[in-house]
């Protein structure tokens, strides 16, 4: 990195495409969550939903990657999120992270991952070693 | 009551053993969009200083998913999927992990309560070992809604 790491420096953002149903069934398999919630319109609505909702580690990911290409992976020390909200089919997250503290060579960085809409779907906190 | 609490706590849940394969891996950079070729090119990896490709931050949720069935530590309890949500994910790393390797996950249900009377948390942990060094670890706290 350029800069140096100080509270208040923004990782850049990563904007996603809207996430269709052929990503959500590529992350089925891939990623193992086979949970037909996810992928299976007829499970959904007997679920009483009116669609399919995208899994939440699909949005982990996406943070992963905002994290991994900011600092090199091997910097990620712990990392942890709380998903607040479904992120509905077709919708298009963008992850967002702050530094908000370091500390002895580790920075503490606020993750956000937000809907067009506004929406929060996705709230977390990384500590991520810096020198 | 979601599920039986004094049931989840007490159940052991098999472990997992898996092998992390290259193709596995790179289908998983595909779906997330990752681009960065120490996850799906060998020698950008090796060139990066990795013995093979990296494995990403998440895939290790991915590890536990190999059990038969993939989320038979709920279904074992009656959980129906279809009214679960995930609602916490945490990992710790202490080693980077590659493919070609093999991880052992080692897991339990640590916390069980009541959030009302249809919802329920379950916390389970996941230990993650490498040729027994533990290189990661893990925690879920998975919402049960009863429907």
Not at chain 2, 9 to 16: N, Q
Not at chain 2, 37 to 56: F, I, N, Q, S, W
Not at chain 2, 58 to 63: H, I, K
């Amino acid at each position: 990195m350029n800069a140096p790491v100080a509270v208040g420096t923004t990782l850049p953002p990563l904007r996603l495409p809207p996430i269709s149903r052929t990503t959500l069934a590529l992350f089925a398999g891939a990623s193992g969550d086979t949970n037909p919630i996810h992928v299976d319109l007829d499970v959904a609505r007997s679920a009483g939903l009116d669609d399919v909702f995208a899994h939440g580690m699909l949005s982990m990911a996406y943070l992963g990657r905002l994290l991994t290409r900011w600092m090199p992976q091997g910097r990620l020390r712990s990392w942890r999120v709380r998903f607040t909200a479904i992120t509905p089919v077709l919708a298009s997250p963008c992850c967002e992270g702050v530094v908000t503290a370091v500390d002895d060579g580790v920075a503490t960085v606020e993750l956000s991952v937000r809907l067009e809409d506004g929406t929060t779907t996705l709230r977390g906190t990384a500590l991520v070693k810096i020198t | 009551m979601a599920v039986d609490l004094a049931a989840a706590l007490a159940r052991p849940i098999a472990p997992v053993v898996a092998l992390l394969e290259r193709g596995r891996l790179r289908a998983f950079a595909r779906a997330i969009g990752e681009t960065d070729p120490v996850h799906t090119d060998v020698e950008a990896a090796r060139a990066a200083g990795h013995p093979d490709l990296l494995v990403p931050p998440t895939f290790l949720f991915s590890v536990e998913l190999e059990a038969d069935p993939p989320l038979g530590w709920l279904t074992d309890l009656g959980v129906d999927l279809r009214g679960v949500l995930h609602g916490e994910q945490s990992f710790t790393y202490h080693r980077d992990v590659h493919a070609g390797e093999e991880v052992e996950c080692r897991r339990r249900v640590a916390e069980a309560y009541a959030k009302s009377p249809t919802r329920d948390f379950l916390v389970k942990r996941t230990d993650f070992l490498r040729a027994g060094e533990l290189v990661a670890e893990a925690e879920a706290v998975v919402i049960v809604t009863a429907l």
